[in-house]
Every structure is written in C-alpha cells, then in structure tokens.
C-alpha cells in the first residue's frame, strides 16, 4: 500500500489495452484515490474502462490543447480534494501524415499537433495543476519511448515529440524541485495499446525486442509500466527526479542482439 491516501490525477486513460489503465489498477491495489480525465469522443471509451476500477473514479473533461480545460479540470479536482499528490500523463498523438515513414513530407500544422498534444501539454498540466501541489510537493509522471539517441523506423515526428518530452521532463524536474515536486518520465519499451495500433508497422518491434531485452518482453503485458509509475508516485523515491526509468526488459542497454541460448 504504497499510495494509501494519496490523490492521484490519471490524465489520458483510453481503453483498457492503455497503459493509463494499467496504471490505474495499479495505483489503486496500492491504495491511491483516483480522479481520471478525458475528452470529446474518447470520453464513452474512458467511462466504459474506468467501471472496470474498484472504486470507479469520478471522470472529468479535459483536452489538453485547451488551456480552459486544463484551468476548469484544476479548478474541479480542487473542489474535490484538497490537494493533488500525482499526476500521470499519459497522453500522446501524432496525426496520420507525421509517422509512417512520411518524415520528410510533414507539414508544420501536423508536426505542431504532435509536439503541443504529446510533450507541450506535460508543461501546460504541471503548470495549470502546480497550485494544488506546489504546498506539500509531489510527483508528475509521463510515458516515454526511448527516442533522444535513436531514429525508429515509421516513428517519424512521433520520436521528434517523445526526444522533446525527455527535455520538457529535465526543465520540469529543474523549475519544480524548489516545491519538492519530483518529475520523471518511463521509457517503456513498446507495447500494444489503441495509440500504437496506428502506427504503421509496430508489430515488428516484438520479435525484435525479444531476441534484444535480456529479460525478455511482452507487449501485452503493462503491468511492469503501472508497478513502476506506483514506486515514482510514492515517498519511496524522494530523491528522484528528472529521471529516465527505463522499462523495457534491458533493451535500452544491449548494443547487440542476444546470441541464442541452449
């Protein structure tokens, strides 16, 4: 029960293939209340995942391009709790024309999309929710794809955004620990969510990232990402911040793929 009576804000649960959710089931088996946002259509698929939860969270609307929501959502959560002592983002797009191998052909409208929607908005949440934490401190939380050392095929703008979100995630740890607010980001490796399902050609990640990832890997399988966001939330890593936690079975630190075993 390492979250028992903190107040944790989910930003961006979908379905229950995301990675959000399994943070949720997590967060709360270690004892955390929950408040969860979403918006605009993916709104019905957010209330139909969040019954799944025990408790189920209070869901409210928040589009994080929309700096009124960002400030209604704050001001709603502030009515509810006294305070906010987490808060995960766990938001991301790209629109079609900026992955999938069309790097070279994006227009600005498309790439602006994905770097506003996908690292900009961890800025714009961290600010709009500074008030409900910056008196007790805390820890913001966001989901990374190891991608400031690497170009990834089809990833395209999508890896631009992610490398900016590992920089927006250092500026945050650096203008925040002065509140005693931690900020740190999980490098996951990839799994299956509705996001990735758009990305043209991520199924090849999997055999790649099994022969790689000494501990192996499982895109199915988001419980390692939810444990991980748990330990982050909690008073556990006090001293913590502007962190890469990598978790992705070893990949990240393999320079070969693993010869074979007997």
């Known amino acids: 029960m390492i979250l028992k009576g903190k107040k944790i804000l ?22 955390a209340e929950l408040i969860l946002t979403s918006f605009g259509r ?8 969040a019954k799944k939860l025990d408790p189920v969270p209070e869901i409210l609307e928040m589009d994080v391009q929309k700096p009124a929501d960002i400030a209604a959502a704050a001001k709603a959560v502030g009515e509810r709790w006294d305070r906010v002592d987490g808060l995960v983002h ?12 069309n790097f070279l052909n994006t227009p600005w ?5 994905a770097l506003q929607v996908s690292a900009f908005s961890f800025k714009e949440l961290a600010a709009g929710f500074l008030p409900l934490m910056k008196e ?7 989901l990374d794809f190891d991608n400031s ?15 900016a979100l590992e920089s927006v995630t250092r500026y945050l740890a650096r203008d925040l620990g002065r509140y005693k607010i931690r900020v740190n980001a ?25 022969n790689r990832a000494p501990l192996g890997w499982s ?7 939810g444990r991980a966001a748990c330990a982050l939330l909690s008073d556990y890593l006090t001293m913590t911040t502007g962190e890469l936690l990598h978790v992705d079975g070893g990949y990240h630190a393999m320079g070969t793929e693993l010869p074979p075993t007997d």
């Open 10 to 31: 989910i930003a961006g649960m979908s379905d229950r293939r995301s990675i959000g959710y399994s943070i949720a089931v997590e967060a709360q088996k270690e004892g």
């Open 42 to 49: 993916m709104m019905t698929i957010t209330q139909m995942t």
């Open 90 to 101: 766990s938001v991301a797009y790209a629109p079609p024309d900026a992955l999938g191998g």
């Open 109 to 113: 409208e498309s790439v602006a999309t």
């Open 136 to 142: 007790h401190g805390g820890s913001l939380v966001t």
């Open 149 to 163: 050392t690497q170009a990834w095929p089809k990833y395209d703008w999508m890896g631009v955004s992610k490398a």
């Open 186 to 210: 999980i490098c996951a490796g990839p799994l299956a969510t509705l996001a990735a399902s758009g990305i043209p050609g991520f199924k090849d990640f999997e055999e790649v990232w099994e």
């Open 219 to 225: 895109l199915q399988d988001k419980s390692p990402v």
